[in-house]
């Protein structure tokens, strides 16, 4: 592989056991750039990805595609564009099929330093993502924070930061969250 270039790679499993991997095909990997950090939707009809191939915004962008039902990519990648794309990176999706929300980090959307992550609404409907939102503090820090995932409940996550010193620089640890569980009050008058 050429320096400016990354790709992403397929191998089945049958019986536990994985199959020799082969490099995905010019839709996913367009020659001469880079394309990474796949995330294959539940129902494994939909891959989005992460490329910096012509026709995004600027940097990395995020891209989806989709699959039949022996994994095989299917048609071209679109650029999911704006509001989620930016004129920087876009890296390490993630969906989260139960609440329909979309998170990814980005050094753009006025990060407060480095990779931040993101979350934005998707509409199944009309297939539209709403406006990222930073996930602040504690979560994102000054320095590179990423690869964010949730368990069905969104009770339980982790993510990767180099937030952390080390001695050679940007050594990236896993972080665990917990969301506070949701507390819903009623309030009303009763009447006999």
Avoid at 9 to 18: C, E, N, Q
Avoid at 123 to 139: A, E, L
Wanted: charged share 25%; aromatic share 14%; with cysteine.
């Amino acid at each position: 592989e050429k320096r400016e270039e990354k790709h992403i790679y397929l191998a089945k499993m049958i019986d536990m056991k994985f199959f020799e991997s082969y490099k995905l095909d010019s839709p996913i990997n367009y020659p001469g750039y880079k394309s990474i950090n796949p995330f294959i939707t539940l129902d494994g009809e939909t891959m989005y990805f992460s490329s910096n191939r012509p026709g995004g915004k600027g940097g990395m962008d995020l891209w989806k595609i989709e699959l039949d039902e022996t994994g095989n990519v299917v048609g071209e990648a679109i650029n999911l564009g704006r509001p989620v794309n930016s004129e920087l990176d876009e890296v390490s999706p993630f969906y989260h099929e139960p609440s329909s929300t979309f998170f990814f980090s980005s050094s753009g959307h006025n990060s407060i330093g480095g990779l931040d992550i993101f979350k934005c609404t998707y509409n199944k409907d009309n297939k539209g993502f709403g406006t990222p939102q930073n996930m602040g503090m504690p979560i994102n820090s000054s320095m590179d924070d990423s690869y964010i995932i949730w368990d069905a409940l969104m009770e339980n996550g982790y993510f990767a930061s180099d937030r952390a010193p080390c001695e050679n620089g940007h050594c990236y640890d896993i972080y665990e969250i917990t969301n506070e569980p949701i507390i819903i009050t009623l309030e009303g008058i009763a009447y006999d």
